[in-house]
T-cell receptor
Framework: DVKVTQSSRYLVKRTGEKVFLECVQD?????MFWYRQDPGLGLRLIYF???????EKGDIPEGYSVSREKKERFSLILESASTNQTSMYLC????????????FGQGTRLTVV | AQTVTQSQPEMSVQEAETVTLSCTYD???????LFWYKQPPSRQMILVIR??????QNATENRFSVNFQKAAKSFSLKISDSQLGDAAMYFC??????????FGKGTRLHILP
């Protein structure tokens, strides 16, 4: 069974902390994504990785960075968490190609206080 | 830049009835795929149906079908014989050669017993 696993379901962090959100997939997918989901705004792409050590900025990369040292793992880093980064974060993976389906993790609900 | 618009933030339908969710998109590309994803409450996002832009025939998956109008850049989802388990957020998505997935803001579907 296909799996994308996010390390935490819920996280509470303090303003200014460095935060790591981890995502692991077991499908040998080249592509991995980080999205932010907010009510009324849908899913917005933060970063996209199409291979190990390769990344592209999405629509809202400010305040975030990513790391992909191994094919199965894609980390989202909040360098200095702020309250406006309180959100649901979704990780996804897919094979290359327009027709391929994305598989999603269960999401991490991050609260920055 | 490509955009995806879902103009209905919420919809309700009586159990066993048919409902149509709307989606429009904007792109200058000729080859792409369109998707509908479903996000049940507190559960992972899953693929419902996909459509290739070059195929004139509308995709169908059991009770789910699409009405794809390429010239109008419209991609609506029809759910027939609605069931309680269909209650979810539905996201329309677009994907082209760069493999990035662009989502709409979503439509929350309520099923009335």
């Amino acid at each position: 069974d296909v799996k994308v696993t996010q390390s935490s379901r819920y996280l509470v962090k303090r303003t200014g902390e460095k935060v790591f959100l981890e995502c692991v997939q077991d499908m040998d997918h080249e592509n991995m994504f980080w999205y932010r989901q907010d009510p009324g705004l849908g899913l917005r792409l933060i970063y996209f990785s199409y291979d190990v050590k390769m990344k592209e900025k999405g629509d809202i990369p400010e305040g975030y960075s990513v790391s992909r040292e191994k094919k199965e793992r894609f980390s989202l880093i909040l360098e200095s968490a702020s309250t406006n980064q309180t959100s649901m974060y979704l990780c996804a993976s897919s094979l290359p190609g327009m027709n391929t389906e994305a598989f999603f993790g269960q999401g991490t609900r991050l609260t920055v206080v | 830049a490509q955009t995806v618009t879902q103009s209905q933030p919420e919809m309700s339908v009586q159990e066993a009835e048919t409902v149509t969710l709307s989606c429009t998109y904007d792109t200058s590309e000729s080859d792409y795929y369109l998707f509908w994803y479903k996000q049940p409450p507190s559960r992972q996002m899953i693929l419902v149906i996909r459509q290739e832009a070059y195929k004139q025939q509308n995709a169908t998956e059991n009770r789910f079908s699409v009405n794809f109008q390429k010239a109008a850049k419209s991609f609506s989802l029809k759910i027939s014989d609605s069931q309680l388990g269909d209650a979810a957020m539905y996201f329309c998505a677009y994907k082209s050669r760069d493999d990035k997935i662009i989502f709409g803001k979503g439509t929350r579907l309520h099923i009335l017993p």
